[in-house]
Nanobody
Framework: QVQLVESGGGLVQAGGSLRLSCAGS????????MGWYRQAPGKEREFVAA????????NYVDSVKGRFTISRDNAKNTVYLQMNSLKPEDTAIYYC??????????WGQGTQVTVSS
């Protein structure tokens, strides 16, 4: 049974930092491209960041470049999202995503990030 479990969300003030984690199980984690997406109330789900299966190659939405860093530790079956200089517009539910080749992706349940002004 494939599971992705996010953790690390919470309430922070603008300018603060959070580190999200996503632990995968039930699949060969190291073979999957991993990503983070977010969805704010009334908005569509938005791509945030992705990292290749071997950790070489990352991609970010423009709004988080220079502030967020995605990384992975395949030995721990975990992907991270370090979020610095948080802004109120970063408030959203953050979802972990895993995809192997062209197959249907897996999704976590999400973790809430709230940034107060």
């Amino acid at each position: 049974q494939v599971q992705l479990v996010e953790s690390g969300g919470g309430l922070v003030q603008a300018g603060g930092s959070l580190r999200l984690s996503c632990a995968g199980s039930g699949m060969p984690f190291s073979r999957y491209k991993m990503g983070w997406y977010r969805q704010a109330p009334g908005k569509e789900r938005e791509f945030v960041a992705a990292i290749s299966w071997n950790g070489v190659g990352t991609n970010y939405v423009d709004s988080v470049k220079g502030r967020f860093t995605i990384s992975r530790d395949n030995a721990k079956n975990t992907v991270y999202l370090q979020m610095n200089s948080l802004k109120p517009e970063d408030t959203a539910i953050y979802y972990c995503n895993a995809q192997f080749l062209g197959s249907e992706p897996y999704w976590g349940q999400g973790t809430q990030v709230t940034v107060s002004s």
